[in-house]
C-alpha cells in the first residue's frame, strides 16, 4: 500500500531564505508526483507535476525533483517571501490505480 | 474562466439528515474525485468516477453516496450514515486518471 510522508510538518523561516521541503514514498511505481498548496480554509492550488519519466519541473522561483529509484521529491522554494506562507502537499498517482495518495502536507510560514 | 465550482462553501446538517454537496466543472476532464480533509491528516479519498455514469468507493465511502450522470457533475450526498461528517470536502478532476488534478474550493460541513 502506497505511504506518502511529508518533512518537516511545520517550517518557519525569515523572508529571503532558500528552503527545501521533502516528500517520500513507499511504492516507486507511480505515474506522476503532484505538488500542491493550500492556503487556510481553501481548495488546493496545483503547483507542479512531474512525470514519472522526468526528474524535474521548475516553474518560477519553484523548483520540483523527483528521484524515482528512492522514493523521494523535494520541493525547492527560492528566496521565499510571506506570500509563501501556506501549507504544502505532495501526492504520487501510483500505477494501476487512479488514486492521489496525499502526505500530510508542511505548514510552511515566512515572517518579514 | 475554466474551473471547479463547489457548493456550498459552508454547510451546516442536523443529525440524521442527508445533505448534498455539489461539484461542477467545466474542464471537460473525465475523472472526477471526492476527497475529505481532517485537521492533521491528509486528504482521503471518498469516490472517485472516471467516466459518466460509473464510479468507485474510495478508502473511506462508508455513509456516502454519488452520482455521475453526466460528465461535468459528480454531486455527493453524506447520509445519516455517515457517523462523523464534520470535515472539509474537496472536489478535484484531471483530464484522464493520470494526469494533473485540479480542485475546488472546497465544502465545509458542521453537524450542528
Known amino acids: 500500500k502506497q505511504e506518502v510522508t511529508q518533512i518537516p510538518a511545520a517550517l518557519s523561516v525569515p523572508e529571503g531564505e532558500n528552503l527545501v521541503l521533502n516528500c517520500s514514498f513507499t511504492?516507486?511505481?507511480?505515474?506522476?508526483l503532484q505538488w500542491f498548496r493550500q492556503d487556510p480554509g481553501k481548495g488546493l492550488t496545483s503547483l507542479l507535476l512531474?512525470?514519472?519519466?522526468?526528474r524535474e519541473q521548475t516553474s518560477g522561483r519553484l523548483n520540483a525533483s523527483l528521484d524515482k529509484s528512492s522514493g523521494r521529491s523535494t520541493l525547492y522554494i527560492a528566496a521565499s517571501q510571506p506570500g509563501d506562507s501556506a501549507t504544502y502537499l505532495c501526492?504520487?498517482?501510483?500505477?494501476?490505480?487512479?488514486?492521489?495518495?496525499f502526505g500530510t502536507g508542511t505548514r510552511l510560514q515566512v515572517f518579514p | 474562466d475554466g474551473g471547479i465550482t463547489q457548493s456550498p462553501k459552508y454547510l451546516f446538517r442536523k443529525e440524521g439528515q442527508n445533505v448534498t454537496l455539489s461539484c461542477e466543472q467545466n474542464?471537460?476532464?473525465?475523472?472526477m474525485y471526492w476527497y475529505r480533509q481532517d485537521p492533521g491528516q491528509g486528504l482521503r479519498l471518498i469516490y472517485y468516477?472516471?467516466?459518466?455514469?460509473?464510479?468507485q468507493k474510495g478508502d473511506i465511502a462508508e455513509g456516502y453516496s454519488v452520482s455521475r450522470e453526466k460528465k461535468e457533475s459528480f454531486p455527493l450526498t453524506v447520509t445519516s450514515a455517515q457517523k462523523n461528517p464534520t470535515a472539509f470536502y474537496l472536489c478535484?478532476?484531471?483530464?484522464?486518471?493520470?494526469?494533473?488534478?485540479?480542485f475546488g474550493q472546497g465544502t465545509r460541513l458542521t453537524v450542528v
Open positions: 478535484a478532476s484531471s483530464l484522464e486518471g493520470d494526469t494533473e488534478a485540479f
Open positions: 511504492d516507486s511505481a507511480i505515474y506522476n
Open positions: 512531474i512525470q514519472s519519466s522526468q
Open positions: 501526492a504520487v498517482r501510483s500505477y494501476n490505480t487512479d488514486k492521489l495518495i
Open positions: 474542464l471537460n476532464h473525465d475523472a
Open positions: 468516477s472516471q467516466i459518466v455514469n460509473d464510479f
